[in-house]
């Protein structure tokens, strides 16, 4: 029986499902969920008006990544890079916060995302392509326009860098790991009744608390237990949905009924050794319809 022809392969077609990873690797690049988000958006339609010139000589898949690769290129050089209000970086305008990002990969750790917007956004690049996705030199050269040379010695730079600013703790949990759970849960529910001592019971002695946007840094748990106090006020003030985000524990929160923001933590074998509060309501319906979607 003679095969059926149904016609040229469309960009829809080939594309499909690609979206999620680019977006995450888009953010990578960018420390932005809403800029990721944009600069998915402008690969596809550059993807969709170029289809036609595609002559298959890479995957489709590596095509897209070299367009979006090019188009965060373009959008960190335009609008510079973003951090967190952590010890070790500059002060910036409260609107160049690193946002956070729903997912459990290791990858997307609020501390290493933070790390990467401090290189060049040339290093960035090689670093994500050779690390992250595992390609080959050349083919990383290709979509850069550069040499094998270069980026070996990109990437070799961006590795010693990164390894001082963002270092990997050793001993960092899987949000789904039984520990993981348990101190979420006592952080919701120290939270949800107001009962602080709970709360600081969990925190390690050299836990952190970073607030976004106000940029406040909080070093230690003596220091952080005194602003968790002013904060749990009363018994039911705050409603707290567990969740994961940039590979941690993390809790979508509301306060007195209206959406808040978004605490991720930074959770250890021995306690919680940092909170990373976003104080954005936007984020809480965002993450909430993400949720629901991976539930589907």
């Known amino acids: 029986m003679a095969a059926v022809d149904t016609g040229p392969v469309t960009f829809e077609e080939e594309s499909a499902g690609l979206r999620p990873e ?3 690797h888009a953010y990578r690049m ?15 339609l550059r993807g969709h008006r170029s289809w036609d010139g595609f002559e298959g000589r890479s995957s489709v898949r590596t095509w897209l ?28 305008p409260t609107e160049r916060w690193v946002q956070p990002f729903p997912g459990d990969r290791d990858d ?16 960035r690049a090689v670093l994500l392509l050779r690390d992250v996705l595992q390609l080959p ?24 860098r990164l390894v001082r600013i963002a270092p990997t703790p050793h001993d960092v949990v899987e949000p789904s790991s039984p520990e ?47 602003v968790l106090a002013d904060a749990v006020g009363t018994p039911g003030d705050w409603v707290m949905r567990p969740t994961v985000a940039n590979g941690a524990p993390a809790v979508v929160v ?15 074998r021995d306690g919680i050794a940092g909170i990373t509060v976003f104080a954005d309501a936007a984020l809480v319906e965002r993450l909430e319809v993400r949720s629901r979607r991976s539930l589907m």
């Open 180 to 226: 993981a759970r348990r101190l979420l849960d006592v952080y919701v529910q120290a939270f949800e009744t107001a009962d602080v001592g709970l709360l600081t019971a969990v925190l390690r002695a050299d836990a952190t608390l970073a607030l976004v946007p106000d940029g406040a840094w909080f070093d230690g748990k003596v220091a952080c237990a005194g």
């Open 65 to 92: 990544y070299r367009i979006a690769t090019n188009v965060c290129l373009d959008l960190a050089r335009d609008r510079g890079r973003r951090a967190l209000p952590y010890g070790h970086v500059d002060a910036l």
């Open 30 to 44: 960018l420390g932005s969920w809403d800029e990721a988000e944009d600069a998915v958006q402008e690969t596809y």
């Open 254 to 268: 509301r306060l007195r009924g209206e959406p808040f923001g978004v605490a991720v933590l930074d959770v250890r």
């Open 137 to 160: 030199a050349d083919e990383v050269a290709s979509i850069l326009g550069t040499t094998v040379p270069a980026v070996k010695s990109s990437l070799q730079r961006a590795r010693a």
């Open 22 to 24: 680019l977006t995450a």
């Open 108 to 123: 997307l750790r609020l501390a290493l995302v933070a790390g990467m917007q401090a290189l060049p956004p040339a290093q």
